[in-house]
């Protein structure tokens, strides 16, 4: 299968903005549950948020909730996650994946570095 592909990352103070994009494959994209994920050096992979196939059912992790918001549209397969309020340790490589995560369908991620 093809695996997602991350864009939207990039270098950002404290505080500011940026919105991540994933551009997923497969026809039955609709019928999964998608998930944001990131990496922080040194660190395991952790969930981030996830959002349900008709955009109702969401979860975020605690840390970012009140200052991200996911959202997806299902026919163009993308799956967004809206960043604000970005703080330096939201710093990570962000991938995006079904969720649960099918092993085999992690992309490249895109590197979000916050400076202080």
């Known amino acids: 299968q093809v695996q997602p592909v991350e864009s939207g990352g990039g270098l950002v103070q404290a505080g500011g903005s940026l919105k991540l994009s994933c551009v997923a494959s497969?026809?039955?994209?609709?019928?999964?549950?998608m998930g944001w994920f990131r990496q922080a050096p040194g660190k395991e992979r952790e969930f981030v948020a996830s959002?349900?196939?008709?955009?109702?059912?969401?979860y975020y992790q605690d840390s970012v909730k009140g200052r991200f918001t996911i959202s997806r549209d299902n026919v163009k397969n993308m799956v967004y996650l809206q960043m604000n309020s970005l703080k330096p340790e939201d710093t990570a490589v962000y991938y995006c994946?079904?969720?649960?995560?099918?092993?085999?369908?992690w992309g490249q991620g895109t590197q979000v570095t916050v400076s202080s």
């Open positions: 994946n079904r969720v649960p995560p099918t092993p085999d369908y």
């Open positions: 497969g026809r039955t994209f609709s019928s999964y549950r």
């Open positions: 959002i349900g196939w008709s955009n109702s059912i969401k």
